[in-house]
């Protein structure tokens, strides 16, 4: 019996490749699936659309497959792209690892969701993809309605909110002022009126930071650049991969130690963590002392002596790089909730930058740029305000000012923020009681099924994908993790759809 149902995505990125992907490999359907998706970067994101190809993915290509189980897919599709163009692209100078361009990658999003909308096309599925604004949804006893802003409406039995991050925080009220940059993507775009003499700083030092200075430089700019921030945390920079294999520090191995109780203690996860660490010859002591040392380590030392350590041999950042992702969505729900709050205020940023890397190679360009004295990193920001006589003052806790010619905004959405565009959808959902707030951000879930909950309830027609989980998992955005939850929300989908279609079979002998 074909299942016959009705699955609405709202928003189009990354994420939804990903789930597209986990059900056109899955034995449910034939049914309908519909993407309401505004934007022009369809499949793209915001971080993957055409743009230059100086920007960089920042992991290896065995972390960046959509398809659940194949590590290697995204790879096999770099190797045929090399022999169609000739040219092997992204790989590091130093680890010789490869780091795709992004846009790039987009491509490979692009024919990854067009690829898996064929495969269910070709089995039956009804597939509309939607250039509209989903703005608001109501709650059906067996259905969702969304509307978009056009006025139109549909009726699903499943709906997944997949709608991305927010775009970068105008701290300092700076919109509208000559010369600054509230969005820097895409890069080609947005730097291109930058004079090469002219002095440009950066809000922020994490990744996106990082992506405005090598652009910069890719495009011969001479003058002086300043990352400003109020911490000075550069991302961390990624060793020489290596095959890590978790033993302990899995979701079964501590669903297992959780097993019978209500909460889990962050001891319970710490003598897990040492047994993967000592099972591995690794030292968890040592790890604990990058994060906890972080702000006490000049920024350029810090990124000196991680370019020095990108070929150890020691295991420990590389044991924490796979496990946050892979295990990190299925511990952080079992946590006790004063030590959420204790691992969210006191290490948060610093465990993102240590499991969010940049490419060595890209590390070494940014020390080169120091010693050269061409860039500055500055910490303790308090003020970056328009000049009365053009461009822009900065100050600095230590009393370091200057003045800037321009200013681009790097600083990244507050991790779990409803993005603006999808705030009026998310309202309605909350007013009608079909989702509630998670106080770390975004909104509640299951963490089996990432179904949305209200007063603890899972709903089984409405469902969570990325950011929009990021209070209830912690780690949502990393594309080992969207697949990972792809797999879980189509199982809870197909199982629920089973079972109903079981209950209506049963009943309707006895109606007749």
């Given at each position: 019996m074909?299942?016959?149902?009705?699955?609405?995505?709202?928003?189009?990125?990354?994420?939804?490749?990903?789930?597209?992907?986990?059900?056109?490999?899955?034995?449910?359907?034939?049914?309908?699936?519909?993407?309401?998706?505004?934007?022009?970067?369809?499949?793209?994101?915001?971080?993957?659309?055409?743009?230059?190809?100086?920007?960089?993915v920042?992991?290896?290509?065995?972390?960046?497959?959509?398809?659940?189980g194949?590590?290697?897919?995204?790879?096999r599709?770099?190797?045929?792209?090399?022999?169609?163009?000739g040219?092997?692209?992204?790989?590091?100078?130093?680890?010789?690892?490869?780091?795709?361009?992004?846009?790039?990658?987009?491509?490979?999003?692009?024919?990854?969701?067009?690829?898996?909308?064929?495969?269910?096309?070709?089995?039956?599925?009804r597939?509309?993809i939607?250039?509209?604004?989903?703005?608001?949804?109501?709650?059906l006893?067996?259905q969702?309605?969304?509307?978009?802003?056009?006025?139109?409406?549909?009726?699903?039995?499943?709906v997944?909110?997949?709608?991305?991050?927010?775009s970068?925080?105008?701290v300092?009220?700076?919109?509208?002022?000559?010369?600054?940059?509230g969005?820097?993507?895409?890069v080609?775009?947005?730097?291109?009126?930058?004079g090469?003499?002219?002095?440009?700083?950066?809000?922020?030092?994490?990744l996106?930071?990082?992506?405005?200075?090598?652009?910069l430089?890719?495009?011969?700019?001479?003058g002086p650049?300043s990352l400003?921030?109020?911490?000075?945390?550069?991302?961390?920079?990624?060793?020489?991969?290596?095959?890590?294999?978790?033993?302990?520090?899995?979701?079964?191995?501590l669903?297992?130690?959780?097993?019978?109780?209500?909460?889990?203690?962050l001891?319970?996860?710490?003598?897990?963590?040492?047994a993967e660490?000592r099972?591995?010859?690794a030292?968890?002591?040592?790890?604990?002392?990058?994060i906890?040392?972080?702000?006490?380590?000049d920024?350029?030392?810090?990124?000196r002596?991680?370019?020095?350590?990108?070929?150890?041999?020691?295991?420990?950042?590389?044991?924490l790089?796979?496990?946050?992702?892979e295990?990190?969505?299925?511990?952080?729900?079992?946590?006790?909730?004063?030590?959420?709050?204790q691992?969210l205020?006191?290490?948060?940023?610093?465990?993102?930058?240590?499991?969010c890397?940049m490419p060595?190679?890209?590390?070494?360009?940014?020390l080169?740029?120091?010693?050269?004295?061409?860039?500055e990193?500055?910490s303790g920001?308090l003020?970056?305000?328009p000049?009365?006589?053009?461009?822009?003052?900065?100050?600095?806790?230590?009393?370091t000012?200057?003045?800037?010619?321009?200013?681009?905004?790097?600083?990244?959405?507050?991790?779990g923020?409803?993005?603006a565009?999808a705030?009026?959808?998310v309202?309605?959902?909350?007013?009608?009681?079909?989702?509630s707030?998670?106080?770390h951000?975004?909104?509640?879930l299951?963490?089996?099924?990432?179904?949305?909950?209200?007063?603890?309830?899972?709903d089984?027609?409405?469902?969570?994908?990325?950011?929009?989980?990021?209070?209830?998992?912690?780690?949502?955005?990393?594309?080992?993790?969207?697949?990972?939850?792809?797999?879980?929300?189509?199982?809870?989908?197909?199982?629920?759809?089973?079972?109903?279609?079981?209950a209506?079979?049963?009943a309707?002998?006895?109606?007749?």
């Open positions: 074909s299942s016959g149902i009705s699955i609405g995505v709202v928003g189009g990125g990354a994420a939804t490749v990903c789930l597209i992907d986990a059900l056109a490999r899955s034995d449910g359907g034939p049914g309908g699936i519909t993407v309401f998706e505004p934007s022009p970067h369809l499949w793209r994101g915001r971080a993957y659309q055409v743009d230059t190809e100086t920007l960089r920042n992991a290896p290509p065995d972390d960046m497959s959509v398809r659940a194949d590590p290697g897919h995204f790879e599709w770099l190797e045929t792209r090399d022999r169609v163009t040219v092997r692209q992204g790989v590091d100078r130093m680890s010789g690892a490869r780091f795709a361009p992004r846009p790039v990658y987009g491509a490979y999003l692009e024919e990854s969701a067009y690829a898996a909308l064929g495969e269910l096309r070709r089995r039956g599925w597939v509309d939607i250039g509209e604004a989903v703005t608001s949804a109501a709650r006893p067996d969702v309605v969304l509307r978009t802003g056009a006025g139109a409406s549909r009726a699903f039995d499943y997944v909110l997949s709608v991305g991050g927010d970068p925080k105008d300092y009220g700076l919109g509208g002022t000559p010369g600054f940059v969005d820097p993507y895409p080609s775009g947005t730097l291109e009126d930058i090469e003499d002219e002095h440009v700083a950066v809000i922020g030092s994490g996106t930071a990082v992506d405005i200075v090598l652009s430089v890719s495009r011969g700019h001479q650049v400003l921030s109020r911490r000075g945390v550069l991302p961390g920079v990624r060793q020489r991969p290596v095959h890590v294999e978790l033993r302990h520090l899995t979701p079964d191995r669903h297992g130690t959780a097993r019978g109780r209500r909460e889990l203690a001891e319970d996860v710490a003598a897990v963590m040492r660490f099972d591995a010859g030292d968890l002591d040592a790890v604990i002392h990058e906890i040392r972080v702000d006490l380590e920024p350029v030392d810090r990124l002596r991680q370019i020095d350590e990108v070929d150890s041999p020691r295991m420990g950042l590389r044991i790089q796979r496990a946050v992702p295990t990190g969505p299925d511990v952080w729900p079992m946590l006790r909730e004063a030590e959420k709050i691992i205020r006191a290490h948060y940023r610093t465990i993102m930058s240590l499991c890397p060595p190679g890209s590390a070494a360009v940014l080169e740029l120091v010693e050269a004295g061409q860039l990193m500055f920001l003020d970056v305000a000049s009365e006589e053009g461009g822009f003052d900065v100050l600095a806790a230590d009393g000012a200057f003045r800037a010619d321009r200013v681009i905004s790097a600083v990244n959405a507050a991790e923020r409803v993005p565009g705030l009026s959808l309202t309605s959902l909350i007013r009608a009681r079909a989702a707030r998670h106080p951000g975004g909104l509640q299951a963490r089996a099924t990432s179904r949305l909950t209200s007063n603890g309830r899972p089984p027609r409405l469902y969570g994908l990325g950011n929009i989980a990021a209070g209830a998992l912690f780690f949502t955005f990393g594309i080992p993790s969207l697949v990972d939850r792809s797999q879980d929300i189509v199982a809870a989908i197909l199982e629920h759809s089973a079972t109903v279609q079981a209506r079979g049963e309707e002998p006895v109606a007749a």
